[in-house]
C-alpha cells in the first residue's frame, strides 16, 4: 500500500492554473485527508508506505512524524512536486536532497525510497536513476509500465526488479497493472475510481497467486475527500481529477478488508512474503545521463 503524501492543489494536471508561490492560499486539505487513511489502517491493521512531498513535510512536520509513529514507512515524492522530466540532473538532485532533508527531520527515520510526482521517469529521465543511487536511495517506485500522454514505459517490467546503472542499482518497484492479453490495465489512483472495483480485486489476487508477486497499490490523500476544492483547468484534467470521487473511500474500505497490506521497506526489504526480485534490463536503461532534457506539454 503506498500514498503519495500531496494536497489536491499540487496536482500536476492544474500546473498551469496554480503555481508554487500560490500553494499557500489554497485551503490545505492534506492533513484531516492524510488523518483519516491513518485512522483507516489502523482500523484494518494495514501498514502502508507514505511517499510524502516535501513541502508538505516542513509545513506539517507533525503528520509526518505521526506517520512513523504509527508504524508506516516515510518515503520522498520530492520537494516542489516538478516532473523530473522537465527538469536537469542537478536540479533534480537538489530538489531530492532538500525533500529528504525536511521529511528525515520530521520523522526521526532515513528515506528510503522514492516516487516521482505523476510518473515522471521515462525513458528519456533514466538519468534520475543514477541521481537516486548516487544519493543513497534503495528504491524508486516511479515507472509505470504503461501507455499514457504524461508518464510510461509501455515495455518496462510489470513486476519489481533491479535496475543496474552505469556501476550502481537500484530497486524498482512499478505500478500495478493487470495484464489482459496484449494490454496492461492500470490499477490505482484515478484508475481505482474509474475501473470497476472487480477489476482491481482480480488483478490483485493474480499478482498474489498466479504471478507470485506483490501488487503496488497507490492512492493520493486527496481522493478521499470529494468535497474537496474545484480547480479550473482544461477538460481533461478536471475529469480524470474530479470523476468519482465519492467512490474512493468506500471502495478503499473493500480493499483493506480483502487483502493484507504492508509497507515497502516491510515487503521488499525485510522479505516478508516476497518473491526474488527479477533483475532485468528495461529498454534504453543503459543510456548515458543527459546534461538537461526537454520540457513538455502536459
Known amino acids: 500500500m503506498t500514498i503519495d503524501v500531496e494536497d489536491y492543489f499540487h496536482v500536476n494536471a492544474f500546473a498551469r492554473v496554480v503555481s508554487p508561490s500560490d500553494w499557500p492560499n ?11 487513511l491513518l485512522d483507516l489502517f489502523a482500523e484494518y491493521r494495514a501498514h502502508a508506505t507514505f511517499f510524502v512531498l516535501g513541502w508538505v513535510a516542513e509545513r ?3 503528520l509526518v512524524a505521526r506517520i512513523a509513529r504509527e508504524g508506516h514507512e516515510v518515503a520522498s515524492h520530492s520537494y516542489w512536486h516538478r516532473l523530473v522530466y522537465d527538469l536537469k540532473p542537478e536540479e533534480f538532485r537538489d530538489d531530492l536532497r ?9 520523522a526521526g527515520v532515513r528515506v528510503r525510497g522514492f516516487r516521482a510526482p505523476s510518473w515522471s521517469i521515462v525513458e528519456r529521465s533514466l538519468w534520475a536513476l543514477d541521481v537516486l543511487a548516487e544519493e543513497g536511495y534503495d528504491y524508486d517506485a516511479s515507472i509505470f509500465p504503461i501507455h499514457h500522454d504524461v508518464y510510461g514505459i509501455p515495455d518496462a517490467p510489470r513486476h519489481p526488479h533491479v535496475i543496474h546503472r552505469s556501476g550502481s542499482s537500484i530497486i524498482e518497484l512499478p505500478g500495478c497493472t493487470a495484464s489482459i492479453g496484449s494490454a496492461r490495465v492500470p490499477i490505482g489512483g484515478g484508475y481505482f475510481r474509474l475501473v470497476p472495483y472487480a477489476v482491481t480485486s482480480w488483478a490483485i ?9 506483490p501488487a503496488i497499490f497507490y492512492l493520493h490523500p486527496w481522493e478521499i475527500d470529494p468535497d474537496h476544492p474545484r480547480l479550473p483547468g482544461p477538460l481533461k484534467s478536471r475529469l480524470r481529477h474530479y ?3 465519492g467512490r474512493t473511500q468506500p471502495r478503499l474500505r473493500r480493499l483493506l478488508q480483502e487483502f493484507s497490506w504492508n509497507s515497502v521497506a516491510n515487503t521488499l526489504m525485510a522479505g516478508v512474503d516476497a518473491p526474488p526480485l527479477t533483475t532485468t534490463l528495461p529498454l534504453a536503461i543503459d543510456a548515458p545521463a543527459p546534461e538537461e532534457t526537454a520540457p513538455v506539454a502536459p
Open 26 to 36: 489554497h485551503e490545505s486539505r492534506v492533513v484531516r485527508n492524510t488523518e483519516r
Open 60 to 62: 506539517h512536520p507533525d
Open 98 to 106: 532538500r525533500a529528504r532533508d525536511v521529511i528525515e527531520s520530521a
Open 205 to 213: 489476487r493474480r499478482y498474489a497467486a498466479a504471478e507470485q508477486q
Open 243 to 245: 470523476n468519482q470521487l
